[in-house]
């Protein structure tokens, strides 16, 4: 997903009295949470191999790891969030929940961590 199309979702989840920040420290809350996300399921877009040189976010197993995600840039328009595509909503739903503090997004956001691991991570031996 663009980074700009999960910002204008993020805006539609912070109604009432909630401002999504500006550009810059909404990408470090959207970093916070792909790695929030990247702790709970192995995100196919950040898995390298033990070859590669890219700096190491954390093991999977010996012969792998997750790489940290590039920081989201929201001024390009043609930019993607460094996520999973089914995992998209679910950075969206914590970056609402770091925002708002409402557990509800929280809670959606493990549910499609859940459905994830479910449905991919056997792939890697979850």
Do not use: W
């Not at 980074?3 to 989840?13: E, N, R, W």
């Not at 390298?48 to 390009?76: C, G, H, K, M, W």
């Not at 089914?86 to 859940?114: M, P, S």
């Amino acid at each position: 997903m663009r980074c700009q199309d999960a910002k204008k979702i993020l805006k539609f989840k912070c109604v009432g009295d909630k401002k999504v920040p500006d550009d810059e420290t909404l990408s470090d809350v959207f970093f916070e949470a792909m790695l929030y996300v990247a702790n709970k399921c192995i995100p196919n877009e950040l898995l390298r191999s033990i070859e590669s040189n890219e700096r190491v976010y954390r093991n999977v197993d010996q012969n792998a790891f997750l790489t940290y995600p590039d920081r989201p840039n929201f001024n390009d328009p043609d930019e993607h969030l460094m996520i999973d595509e089914t995992l998209t909503y679910a950075v969206i739903n914590e970056v609402a929940f770091l925002l708002n503090q409402d557990t509800y997004y929280r809670t959606l956001a493990l549910e499609i961590i859940a459905d994830y691991n479910a449905n991919y991570g056997k792939e890697y031996g979850l």
